[in-house]
């Protein structure tokens, strides 16, 4: 495993990458306060084949933080992926996102349907809709910036014990969300507080409308395998994401029984599964 910087204009990201760097490029893109060590059970057993880089996200891990005058959205993201890809000299690459990432991923697909030989989704396809119910009121609260608002960091007197906390806030066992927490952290006075920006924890003050999703869905060109866990988490209800698969011409889907972290819970099956969903 090696460390790396990435420079993207205004931002500096940090990565992790296994593998020859003359290997097929494999690219991936964590969840949502997660980061690049999300992936350090699959990313070992893939690195005899491809040359595997996974990037913290804006305000993840070890990479920069937004400004403050800006906000975290998908299409910042995506931007920021892309951009990543320049840095790194990728002109085609294979895709791996997982939840959040898996939206991301799927965005930056979409548009640059030349750089991208195959998509692979965990958890995810599509970034997060809008039904319209709670548009105005998610507005506002992104927004309204109250002076003093944003608590202070939490800090914890060991590692172990921001595991725990970790485990408790996704049900994600805390030997297994180890490695993303150590990255995660930073040392402060007394223990370790998180790295990530508080910010990401505001609402997204605008959502694409489901309609838009779709219409952008139409366009996914690159073969896309989508891994969904059983039973499924609540906001990826199955009638409506079977709305969005609809729109895909060249995906498969499989279902594995596990949590929300399948490549986690289950590394080898899911290294498996993807080997083959990237030979397609």
């Known amino acids: 495993m090696r460390e790396l910087t990435v420079s993207v204009p205004g931002l500096e990201l940090s990565a992790l990458a296994w593998g020859q760097p003359d290997a097929p490029p494999l690219l991936m893109v964590h969840g949502w306060l997660d980061n690049a060590a999300s992936f350090a059970l699959i990313a070992p057993r893939l690195a005899n084949r491809f040359h595997v880089i996974a990037l913290d996200l804006p305000g993840h891990g070890r990479s920069d933080h937004l400004p403050d005058s800006t906000i975290y959205q998908y299409l910042d993201y995506a931007r920021a992926v892309l951009a ?5 000299a990728l002109p085609r690459f294979h895709l791996l996102g997982h939840s959040l990432g898996a939206g991301v991923a799927t965005m930056v697909a979409i548009a640059a349907p030349e750089r991208i030989r195959g998509l692979a989704l965990i958890e995810g396809l599509g970034p997060l809709g809008d039904d319209g119910s709670r548009t105005l009121d998610r507005f506002r609260e992104a ?8 608590r202070p960091l939490r800090v914890f007197p060991s590692i172990e014990d921001a595991a725990r906390a970790r485990a408790m806030a996704s049900g994600l066992d805390a030997d297994l969300a180890r490695p993303i927490v150590e990255r995660g952290l930073r040392e402060v ?12 924890s505001r609402p997204t003050a605008i959502r694409l409308a489901e309609t838009q999703i779709m219409a952008l869905l139409l ?7 989508l891994l969904l866990a059983r039973p499924h988490p609540p906001y990826l209800e ?15 889907v499989t279902h594995m029984d ?6 986690l819970e289950h590394p080898e099956r ?8 990237l030979d397609r």
Not at 189 to 200: F, K
């Open 258 to 263: 596990g949590g929300h972290h399948l490549h």
């Open 219 to 225: 366009g996914l060109a690159a073969p896309t395998s």
């Open 189 to 200: 006075e007394g223990g370790y507080s998180w790295r990530s920006d508080p910010r990401l």
């Open 270 to 277: 899911v290294t498996d599964w993807l080997r083959d969903a």
């Open 84 to 88: 990543a890809a320049d840095a790194l």
């Open 143 to 150: 927004m309204v910036v109250t002076p003093g608002a944003t």
């Open 238 to 252: 199955p009638e409506a994401l079977q709305v969005r698969i609809d729109c895909v011409d060249d995906i498969h």
